[in-house]
C-alpha cells in the first residue's frame, strides 16, 4: 500500500524514537510524526498502545490538548502523527526568557489546568506534566510575555485510563523534578497532576522547580599520582556519586515536601500566588484540591472575567446600577455595532423597555461543535 506521508526534517531525538515533519501527500497538512523503530520497542509497547488510546478519546476535542491524527505501522516502525507545534515547548521558553509575570503566569495555569479538569473528566492520569511536555502553537505564542492560549499538553505515553473508581497505578514513573510522593512509593492517581501543576506553578513565577536541590562540588581528585584515564575515571565516579545525591536530597525534599519560598524571589509576588503552589503541593494525595477546585482559586478566579477596555469610562461615573449595566453593554464591542457612546435619552428609553426577564441580558454560548477523528490508516493490533 502506497505510504500517504513524506518525512521532512528532524525535530527531535530521542531513546527510541525520533520526531521529524511529515506532510500527507493528499492534503498538503504538516504534522510532526514520533517514528519508533520496533526494535528498539521491546518493553514499549504497552505504553505506545496506552497513549493511542488515551488520545484516541481525547483528540479534537479540547485546543489546550495535542491531537492524534493518525498512526500506522511498516514492518521495522511505527508512526504517530500529532499537531505540528512550532513554538517549542514551555522549558525552552523559560530557559531562553526567563520567568513569566505573574499575571501571565495566572493566565497561563488558568488554560493548562483547565485542559488537566478536561484530561480528569475522561478518567485519564497524565502523569508526566512539566514543562517539557507543554508545547506552544506557534513562534508567536512562545514569544509573547503573557499567557498563552496556544500551548497544548503532549506526550501522554505515560497516562492511565483509570475510569470511575481508579485503582492506584503501580508504577513509579514520570520525571523527578515534578514527582509527587506517591508516586515514588509506587502508587498515584489523578493527585499526581495536580501535585506537578504546583511544581509548574513554581517554575513558571521563579524559573526552577520547586523541590530543586543543589550539593557543593565535590573536590576534584588529584591526578599527581593517577593516569589520564584513571583521573578521569575517577573525576566520572566523582560526578555520578554527586548527581546521585542530588537526587537522593530532590526525593527526601519532595517526601517531606520541604517546599521554601525565598524572600528575596517570592517578596514581589501576591499571597495568593504562593497559596495557589501550597494547594497543590498538600502532601496527602487524598486531602489534595481537585483541578476545578483549583480553577476558583483566588488566584485564578479572575481570570477571563475582566472588564471591557471602555468599562472604565464607567466606573468614573456615580451612576445607579440600572443604568450602568445598560451603558456597560453598549460599550462592550460584542454587543453593539459601533462604538459610539449612547446619550442619556437612548439610556433611560432601554432601561424603560426592560422587563422582568433576565434570558435578554445575557449571551448565550453554543457548544463546540465535536469533531470527527481522522481516519487511520491501519490500526495496531
Not at 508512526?79 to 523559560?94: E, M, N
Request: charged letters at 25%.
Amino acid at each position: 500500500m502506497r505510504c500517504k506521508y513524506g518525512t521532512g526534517k528532524l525535530l527531535g531525538e530521542g531513546t527510541y524514537a525520533d520526531i521529524r515533519e511529515a506532510i500527507n501527500m493528499d492534503t498538503g497538512q504538516v504534522y510532526a510524526c514520533k517514528i519508533m523503530e520496533k526494535r528498539y520497542m521491546r518493553d514499549k509497547w504497552e505504553m505506545v498502545n496506552n497513549e493511542i488510546e488515551v488520545l484516541n478519546r481525547l483528540s479534537n476535542d479540547h485546543p489546550n490538548i495535542v491531537t492524534l491524527h493518525d498512526y500506522f505501522e511498516s514492518p521495522n516502525h511505527l508512526y504517530l502523527c500529532f499537531d505540528l507545534c512550532k513554538g517549542g515547548d514551555l522549558f525552552s521558553r523559560i530557559s531562553s526568557k526567563g520567568p513569566y509575570p505573574e499575571a501571565a503566569a495566572a493566565s497561563l495555569i488558568h488554560t493548562i489546568l483547565s485542559a488537566v479538569q478536561y484530561i480528569h473528566d475522561a478518567g485519564i492520569v497524565h502523569g508526566d506534566l512539566k514543562p517539557e511536555n507543554l508545547l506552544f502553537r506557534t513562534a508567536a505564542d512562545a514569544a509573547a510575555h503573557s499567557g498563552s492560549d496556544g500551548i497544548v499538553i503532549a506526550d501522554f505515553g505515560l497516562s492511565r485510563l483509570v475510569g470511575e473508581n481508579p485503582r492506584p497505578i503501580k508504577s513509579a514513573s514520570g520525571t523527578l523534578p515534578y514527582m509527587a510522593p506517591e508516586t515514588l512509593r509506587g502508587a498515584h492517581g489523578k493527585p499526581v497532576d495536580i501535585w506537578a501543576m504546583g511544581v509548574i506553578t513554581y517554575y513558571i513565577l521563579v524559573g526552577y522547580p520547586a523541590f530543586h536541590r543543589s550539593l557543593p562540588s565535590s573536590s576534584s581528585p588529584s591526578p599527581s599520582s593517577s593516569s589520564p584515564s584513571s583521573a578521569q575515571s575517577q573525576s566520572r565516579q566523582s560526578t555520578e556519586e554527586h548527581n546521585a545525591a542530588i537526587t537522593e536530597e530532590h526525593k527526601s525534599a519532595i517526601l517531606a515536601r520541604d517546599v521554601r519560598f525565598p524572600e528575596e524571589e517570592w517578596g514581589g509576588f501576591s499571597h495568593a500566588a504562593r497559596g495557589f503552589v501550597e494547594a497543590c503541593l498538600v502532601l496527602e494525595a487524598g486531602e489534595r484540591p481537585e483541578a476545578g477546585e483549583l480553577l476558583r482559586h483566588s488566584w485564578l478566579a479572575s481570570i477571563g472575567r475582566e472588564s471591557p477596555p471602555n468599562a472604565s469610562r464607567t466606573e468614573e461615573m456615580d451612576l445607579p446600577p440600572e443604568v450602568r449595566e445598560v451603558l456597560d453593554e453598549r460599550l462592550d464591542g460584542d454587543r453593539c455595532e459601533d462604538d459610539k457612546t449612547p446619550t442619556q435619552k437612548e439610556i433611560r428609553r432601554e432601561c424603560d423597555s426592560r422587563d422582568s426577564s433576565s434570558s435578554d441580558r445575557h449571551r448565550t454560548t453554543l457548544p463546540r461543535q465535536r469533531t470527527e477523528p481522522a481516519s487511520l490508516e491501519r490500526a495496531l493490533s
